[in-house]
């Protein structure tokens, strides 16, 4: 096992040998020349992402709020402006190669999937989408494409060490049989509704079009009034911008938890939490995902916690309050309780010896990321399929998470298929797998 996965994985690192897909090495994805490449989301959380553009050549600049594309604009005056992201991908003169979009959670599904099929590689920040269908989607598109396209969802703390270390001590038994895991955030962000209309939108707000795919409502100019790079949480907690918590800092903590699973998808989730709003997302909320056995461990359940639900603490000194997102794995054996950055073993029993645990030796540790928008970057000018965080690992993650989101609203435990992409015990929860859209929006366009 531990030998397989070290193969696996070094040739992720590019320490191994790579069988490149025949092309690579010459061309547009040469490593030695540049991508052409469109920032669809100019400002605000683009900015994390204008050093490792920069090294690039950005053609195009994308941005529904002209004063953050002027910023932009600033860095790369000689890019071609767009209010409309789809007239951008559609412009072929450009000669794209990839795209990174860090627009509002309920624009990204559509994003990925139109840069996808217009054989774009993309780097999409979190969460890959606000529904069942969309995590399906754009996951299902990458597959066709994979062998083209590099795709890498925007949770970069992937590449803190500590997440390879936990996998590591999931994987070698450090918690003995692998029973649950859990993960958890302790932001509570309430509001009561969504905002009031305010008037007409300043002329260099283009509204209709941040709207986007979602039904229209009024504008108003909170949803605005975030400092760049924390604004999403002015729209994330409203359910036809974003999904809370889940899509916010979820995205990163269960990517902790999910990255040690090798899980796919739930076949049932139950969830309770405060009252249903149908307006924003609840604060307090618990969900449970059931997840069927793998190669290497029997079934488990997935948990998530938020806004003040808990995990129980596996002993009296241990205040898993003051951990702000976390995560923990229970096994047959003890428990293993990490943040973003830290990790901490508890094995039952004062008589524990450890005993049971095999850790492996260095020389076949998980190999490092060596910068995680770099590995998208390395993947698009060599072979695309060597991210961590490709749509393919990150799309059941929220995919189960969006299940558990229905079973909180309808208030029952869902059954699902994930084969079919199907809750089977429950006609009306099953219509919430998908998301209605605006006239004249098309996710897979
Ligand atoms: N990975 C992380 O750690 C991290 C941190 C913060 C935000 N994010 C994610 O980044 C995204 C943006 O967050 P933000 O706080 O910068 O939000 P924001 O509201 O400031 O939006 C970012 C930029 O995109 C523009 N924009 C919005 N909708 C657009 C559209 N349809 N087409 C073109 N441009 C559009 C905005 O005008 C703004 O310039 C969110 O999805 C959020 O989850 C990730």
Redesign the pocket.
């Known amino acids: 096992m531990h030998r397989r996965e070290f193969l696996k994985s070094s040739a992720v690192a590019g320490g191994g040998l790579i069988i490149l897909p025949s092309g690579a090495r010459a061309g547009k994805n040469a490593p030695s020349n540049k991508l052409n490449l469109a920032l669809?989301?100019?400002?605000?959380?683009?900015q994390?992402h204008y050093g490792v553009a920069g090294k690039e050549n950005v053609v195009a600049l994308?941005?529904?709020?002209d004063e953050?594309m002027a910023h932009a604009a600033r860095q790369w005056p000689a890019a071609k402006t767009y209010?409309d992201?789809r007239k951008l991908l559609d412009d072929k003169s450009l000669k794209l190669d990839a795209v990174i979009c860090?627009?509002?959670?309920h624009?990204?599904a559509f994003v990925a999937t139109w840069a996808l099929n217009r054989d774009l590689h993309i780097y999409l920040?979190?969460?890959i989408g606000i529904s069942v269908e969309e995590s399906r989607v754009v996951r299902r598109k990458y597959r066709e494409k994979k062998n083209k396209c590099a795709t890498q969802l925007?949770?970069?703390r992937h590449a803190f060490p500590n997440f390879q270390r936990v996998r590591e001590m999931v994987r070698d038994g450090a918690v003995g049989e692998l029973k649950a895991a859990y993960a958890w955030g302790n932001r509570k962000l309430r509001k009561p509704g969504y905002l009031p209309a305010a008037g007409d939108p300043p002329p260099h707000i283009h509204y209709d079009?941040?709207i986007?795919p979602s039904p229209m409502h009024p504008y108003n100019p909170g949803y605005?009034s975030?400092r760049?790079?924390?604004?999403?949480?002015?729209?994330?907690p409203y359910w036809d911008f974003g999904t809370g918590q889940i899509?916010?800092m979820g995205?990163?903590t269960m990517d902790l938890a999910w990255n040690c699973l090798d899980a796919e998808y739930a076949t049932s989730a139950q969830a309770r939490g405060e009252e249903y709003n149908p307006e924003v997302v609840p604060v307090k909320l618990e969900m449970h995902m059931q997840h069927p056995a793998n190669a290497w461990r029997g079934p488990i359940t997935v948990s998530w916690y938020q806004g003040g639900a808990m995990p129980n603490s596996p002993s009296g000194w241990l205040d898993l309050n003051r951990i702000g997102h976390g995560a923990m794995f229970r096994g047959d054996q003890g428990y293993l309780v990490a943040d973003f950055q830290k990790r901490l073993l508890i094995p039952y029993g004062r008589e524990a010896d450890l005993s049971y645990y095999d850790p492996r030796p260095d020389s076949e540790r998980i190999p490092p990321i060596n910068g995680f928008q770099e590995e998208w970057i390395r993947a698009c000018k060599g072979d695309p399929t060597q991210t961590r965080c490709n749509f393919d690992y990150a799309g059941p993650a929220n995919e189960q998470m969006m299940l558990g989101l229905i079973a909180y609203i309808v208030g029952e435990q869902v059954d699902y298929d994930g084969e079919q992409g199907k809750i089977t015990n429950n006609e009306e929860a099953d219509t919430l797998t998908r998301r209605t859209y605006r006239k004249g929006w098309v996710l897979d366009g």
């Open positions: 669809i989301g100019a400002h605000g959380r683009a994390a994308c941005d529904v709020n953050n209010h992201w860090s627009t509002t959670d624009t990204h920040e979190k969460p925007g949770t970069q079009l941040w986007g605005f975030g760049p790079g924390a604004n999403c949480l002015q729209w994330n899509g916010d995205s990163h």
